[in-house]
């Protein structure tokens, strides 16, 4: 099964951190990442996509992505 996590967070140190772990644990980009501002907080937003390829796994929706 291929499992699908979009991360996101603030335009900071924070979420090159969280897509290095989610790196350094399989997962692998899919895309290119995108910003926007977010208005209510006046900040920028990142999302970057990953993927990961988990064979024998069926999907679950109780199964916790950042757990793989």
Known sequence: MKFYR???EDDT???CHKVSKAL???W???GSPA???DASKGV???AQAVVKDVPGTAYDPSVK???L
């Open 13 to 15: 140190s924070a979420f």
């Open 6 to 8: 979009l991360l996101t």
């Open 44 to 46: 920028m937003r990142c």
């Open 35 to 37: 910003y926007a501002f």
């Open 24 to 26: 350094s644990a399989g």
């Open 28 to 30: 692998e980009l899919h």
């Open 65 to 67: 992505l950042g757990d």
